[in-house]
């Protein structure tokens, strides 16, 4: 019965990974460019217990879904969106670090930096790519294979790059991921959508069915629990009497 405990443990502590995931999915439904996580059950050392009852070690994989979301129109000369594979790169100035990420909303600072929505610089094939003074800038346009202009000037071109396997890409946050030691490599032809923003690809309805089944597997799992702590119970009193 001790190792009947410890599979229905072990199921139990699978849905919470699997409820959390699916939370976290919702919670950037309307996060451009995000990714929905996803959770791979792999069971090894597969056998029957001493009571004939199946047992395996399960091992859970992560890694991202990158199909592609829905893009949304917006008109804002500063977003854009990729058609297609490839990442744009963006860099932490606090720390150096660079990140990629599938969110193409971009905003102008004060000193005329490109960055993305939550402060990170916009990476050109020249470094970080900024915009000349405001009375020198309009109109700003980005075209479809990445580059910036102002006016009739050519500032830069958007630095977009590919993984060999960027389903393993590290998430960092939101739509921001870290390569986890991949090397990048150059998108040659980038196909963007200069006005439009990529939507989340997490589909909020299958999201929440799929809750509602890991919701209901750990119910069952609790009441095995329940039933085999009673019956342990019930076997120390009987016990007690000889």
Same mark, same amino acid.
């Given at each position: ?8 443990? $072990?199921?139990?502590?699978? $849905? ?51 199909? +592609? ?55 050109? +094939? ?37 993984? $060999? ?78």
């Amino acid at each position: 019965m001790l190792l009947r405990l410890q599979n229905a443990a $072990a199921s139990m502590t699978e $849905a919470i990974r699997q409820q959390e995931r699916l939370a976290n999915n919702l919670a950037n439904v309307n996060t451009a460019g995000y990714k929905q996580e996803r959770f791979f059950v792999e069971a090894l050392n597969e056998q029957l217990d001493l009571e004939r009852a199946p047992r395996s070690d399960r091992r859970l994989t992560q890694w991202n879904e990158l199909t +592609q979301g829905p893009l949304e129109p917006t008109g804002n000369p500063l977003d854009v969106a990729i058609e297609g594979e490839g990442f744009f790169v963006v860099t932490d100035e606090t720390t150096d670090a660079i990140f990629y990420t599938r969110s193409g909303q971009f905003v102008l600072d004060t000193e005329g930096f490109l960055r993305t929505i939550d402060g990170l610089l916009v990476e050109g +094939q020249n470094g970080p790519i900024r915009l000349p003074p405001p009375e020198l800038r309009q109109p700003l346009s980005i075209s479809q294979d990445g580059v910036v202009r102002a006016g009739e000037r050519e500032i830069d071109r958007l630095q977009l790059v590919r993984f $060999a396997n960027p389903e393993t890409l590290v998430r960092v946050t939101g739509a921001r991921f870290d390569a986890a030691g991949q090397p990048p490599e150059p998108l040659e032809s980038p196909r963007l959508r200069p006005g439009f923003l990529e939507g989340s690809n997490v589909n909020p309805v299958l999201a929440m069915t799929e809750m509602i089944e890991h919701f209901h597997r750990f119910e069952t799992q609790q009441k095995v629990i329940q039933t085999t702590d009673q019956l342990l119970g019930q076997i120390t009193r009987d016990l007690g009497k000889f």
